[in-house]
């Protein structure tokens, strides 16, 4: 977006994103057990705390407690971090988990229920999945099998690209009976493990029938299961058709369509990594797999972006000269250093979809007249008043209207 257009949304995408109602299926068998404890949580937020800043402040919290255990590791094949670090890592994943579930009741007591906080909300967890997969990937050691370590990450970038996939093509965010609350318990559960009995266990040899093989590819069997059940599901739904003319996505494309930008990402990660003289991947996972999570955060969310507009998928993205800059370096007989081009990939994919964010929010907050980060006093005023009455949103209400939040907001 550096070099790109000054405007990102056409005025036809923002027609289309006033009229866009946020629709979620969800049969999440832990989801009903925790709500107690979201809703009972969202009370003590006072009415004043823009929603995008709860969910911001959990993505920052995960982010900082997953980046301690990297720090003590930062090749994923060490001795790992002392065990109070994934005790760390376990608290701030439950942090985000709370605050991630929490953000949409407290734009709804607020009532500024709004486009960009459903885009905020998916915009930090694309980030999110990918610190929870490098952060367990970190404390299991599992740099010393390069090739599980980059199926199980570039696995879970997949994934959350193809669950809005069928987003885009059904129209309806769906969540399964294993889905999103259950794979974060597991990771906590995991991180758990490790704050009792240190990252060594990881290590301890099973047999099975003649085969031994460490305990941390255990959890990466699970995944390996997991994949099949969830890649059953979301492609199921989208074989089936969507809704918009003749079984096509909202924005009356083919299905296949969000495919390319998805390959995009994932295929020229797995041949640089193959390809590299200086085994690029294996010396450095983490910081190979953060430079391509850049890439993939930001097609992910220009994917929610054109459900949201229901408008034509743009293929190829600023975001992806990081990777072609790896590609070129190889093709050219690797004339840099891979290192460096890795760092230089890495800060270009960050500044890039940072500069994206503060486009497409600035926009949507000028089209709306909303702020992105605080509340209008009126709606302020309005939602203390509803609350001293006893009067709030029922939990399936989604908020007032996108002109009567800029309205209050344009008095303020």
Same mark, same amino acid.
């Given at each position: ?6 405007? *990102? ?26 709500? @107690? ?8 937020? @006072? ?26 590791? @930062? ?132 047999? *099975? ?9 255990? @959890? ?105 800059? *790896? ?22 994919? *960050? ?62």
């Amino acid at each position: 977006m550096l070099f790109g257009r000054d405007r *990102l949304l056409s005025p036809a995408q923002l027609a289309n994103l006033d009229s866009h109602k946020y629709s979620c299926q969800s049969n999440s068998i832990l989801d009903p057990y925790m709500q @107690p404890w979201w809703n009972w949580l969202v009370t003590k937020c @006072p009415l004043w705390l823009a929603p995008n800043l709860i969910t911001l402040a959990g993505l920052a919290v995960n982010i900082v407690t997953t980046l301690i255990v990297v720090y003590h590791n @930062p090749d994923a094949k060490g001795k790992g971090a002392p065990q109070w670090t994934y005790l760390l890592a376990a608290v701030g994943l439950f942090f985000y988990q709370s605050l991630d579930a929490i953000d949409g009741k407290q734009a709804r007591r607020t009532g500024t229920s709004s486009p960009l906080g459903e885009l905020f909300d998916h915009g930090c967890d694309s980030v999110s999945v990918i610190f929870v997969a490098v952060g367990v990937s970190t404390m299991t050691g599992l740099g010393a099998h390069p090739m599980v370590m980059f199926m199980v990450c570039f696995t879970a970038i997949a994934l959350f690209y193809s669950a809005h996939w069928q987003t885009f093509v059904s129209g309806t965010l769906k969540f399964g009976r294993i889905d999103v609350t259950e794979e974060q318990w597991c990771v906590i559960s995991l991180y758990l493990v490790g704050a009792v009995f240190g990252s060594e266990i990881w290590n301890l040899q099973l047999s *099975l029938g003649g085969v031994v093989f460490p305990l941390k590819l255990v @959890p990466c069997a699970v995944t390996a299961v997991m994949t099949v059940y969830h890649v059953h599901e979301y492609f199921d739904s989208i074989f089936r058709g969507g809704i918009g003319k003749n079984g096509s996505t909202v924005a009356g494309t083919s299905v296949l369509s969000p495919s390319i930008p998805l390959a995009l990402v994932v295929v020229p990660a797995f041949v640089i990594c193959q390809k590299s003289i200086e085994d690029v991947f294996g010396n450095n996972p983490v910081l190979y797999i953060f430079a391509f999570s850049m890439v993939a955060s930001k097609v992910t969310c220009k994917l929610v972006v054109a459900h949201m507009t229901k408008s034509e998928l743009e293929y190829f993205d600023s975001s992806m000269i990081g990777p072609a800059m *790896l590609f070129l370096n190889q093709y050219f007989s690797t004339y840099f250093r891979e290192y460096y081009v890795l760092w230089v990939c890495l800060i270009w994919g *960050l500044v890039d979809f940072l500069d994206y964010w503060r486009k497409i929010c600035t926009e949507i907050c000028d089209h709306m007249d909303i702020y992105c980060f605080r509340i209008g006093s009126q709606s302020a005023t309005a939602a203390s008043s509803s609350s001293h009455a006893g009067v709030s949103a029922p939990a399936g209400s989604p908020g007032v209207s996108a002109r009567v939040t800029r309205a209050r907001s344009k008095a303020s």
